[in-house]
């Protein structure tokens, strides 16, 4: 029996590279001295990538659009913060305890949603909207849980070779980062994801090739409640006080649904291209004393994003990689070595000119392509098709009325 | 009507409301055999293929597929049990390629065999439709004959025993029809009982051994095509009843 490879070479080698220069960058910082914000820096992003790429195998896979991530967040958050911060729990068995309420969480509503009623589309969104709301409710009001005063998380015991607070939050971090995404791309090249998308694109077809999309979407909602929970117990120790309207807002849901439709959907790779451009544009708008002038930029990128690049950037950079890589890694090392710019500003910048390299009509990247290898198709290619295609519309048309 | 046929269904009824769209019907389908399901507009063999397919429960009535009882399953238990379909509006996933749509159905489908290499499975029913050329087209940039061929080779990469064609052939142009007909009787010899239903008269009496004629829900002729379409219920069905 023949399988395909799930780790082709190059993407294996990639991951392990990846990981590998991360996994030295807290003791790097330590030996040559850059700034500790860098490390915190880098948590957000993976906390980031960890939390949009949980909402995305569900909403972006399946197309059930969640506006509910924060009941999971917010459970995950939750637990550690009463059985650590209330309980003296250390920090690592409490992260197992989030995964179960999150997976709980979510097979709860998934019953409710996609058993006994068979919600999709706006309904689903806003029953997800109203399960996180509600949860909230019940921890603002219910003594037992916290009853509004929030809970200090203080500090909780976690093994000692995990370094200090920084460095303890920036290795889980990138393990859940590195879990989230391992998951998100092998779901993406598995029977499972074929499923998923099938799913998302006509249900009823899906079923009736076999696809069993009741289990399916259960399975993966379960899933992206783990994620997300396990994350967000985590990320208690990040915030250090916890509170009903911090753990069950709304800032979680819409950044996750933002990072993910500007990244792409359809591919394991949208969510964290997406976490890393919105959290370093946020980041770098907050420390120039931009805070609110950063939800102007947020809207900005969303409206180009969903108006010029409906598959997000992750689509755009499957289809043209060269370019924009070419250009972030060109901007990067100008700004920061002749810029004199930090690491994190020097990304911000590069990430920048990427964009606008990405962004350019194709027409341009095209010439810019025939310009430099002569590879470029003639300029006649497109308009071929044309006529023969317009042909087919009227036929198109007189079947489908005399199928009715 | 054989002892054992592999596709076997008792009095199904389907009722919306106080209308009964499939009334009582009976069918069965031998291995190989290639079936006819005609009548006019709204006489029930939408509803009876929904219902058959596990898309609409059934009211009353026993089905079964290859000994195995088939009704009030999910509808991917009847794939799994080698049950396909096509729809008479093509409905690809719009978002897939059309070989990322045929794939979809050669990962899932009828449980036994599994293709050892989905990725082969899928390019083979490709190409024995004819597609593999548009493989690596969207749905919506490819013709409306070119989408029909797709459902087959979608249906047919489920590996199903029994398939129904739902108006397969409807809209095409002659030479499209006569191409259409040949992979029919191709997808026939491979061993797959096929149920047709279909408009076109030419493409029952060329691809069907048999007939089942349905109005108002009920079967009102069964059998040989020529001698069912001569049925005096038949004729009145069609053409109405002659007033004079």
Redesign the interface.
Known sequence: MTRRQLFPPRVALGFLAVVAVLLTIPTLQQRVGFPLYNLIFLYLVFFWITQATSWNILSGYSGYFSFGQAAFYGGGMYTTAILGGRHGWELLPTLPVAAVVGGTIAALTGLLVFRLRKLSGEIFALFTLAVALGIGALVNNWGVLDGGRGIPMGRLDYPAWLGDTTQMLYYLGLLLALVAVLVAYVIQHSRFGAGLFAIRDDEKVAEALGVPTFRYKMLVFILSGMLAATSGGLHAMQVGFISPDGAFGLRIPVFVILMSVVGGRRHWFGPLLGAVLIHTVTDRMAGAGYAEANQIVLAAVLIAATLFLRQGISGRLVERPVPPTVTFVVAFLLAFTVGGQTAIGSAAVAIGAALVVLFLPDRWLRSWRRGTDGDGPPAGADDAAGPAGDDEEPELDRAQEAGR | MSEHPLLRCRGITKAFGGLRAVDGVDLDLGEGEVRGLVGPNGSGKSTLINVL???LPLDAGEIALGGVPAAHL???RV??LGL??T???P?P????TVR?NV???A????HEPRP????EEADRWLAFVGLAAVGDELPD?I??HQRKLLELA?ALA?RPRVLFLD?VL????PRELADGIALVHRIRDLGVSIVVVEHIMRVILDLCEHLTVLNFGKVIAQGDPQECLRDDAVVTAYLGADDA
Do not use: C, K, M, W
Request: aromatic share 8%; net charge positive; hydrophobic share 40%.
């Open positions: 397919s596990g898309h999910q509808p991917h794939a799994a396909a379909r729809y008479q509006i409905r996933f719009a978002s897939l990322e794939r979809v159905a990962h899932f489908g009828a050892a290499d989905v990725v940039t013709t409306l979608r489920t108006e409807a809209g095409l142009n």
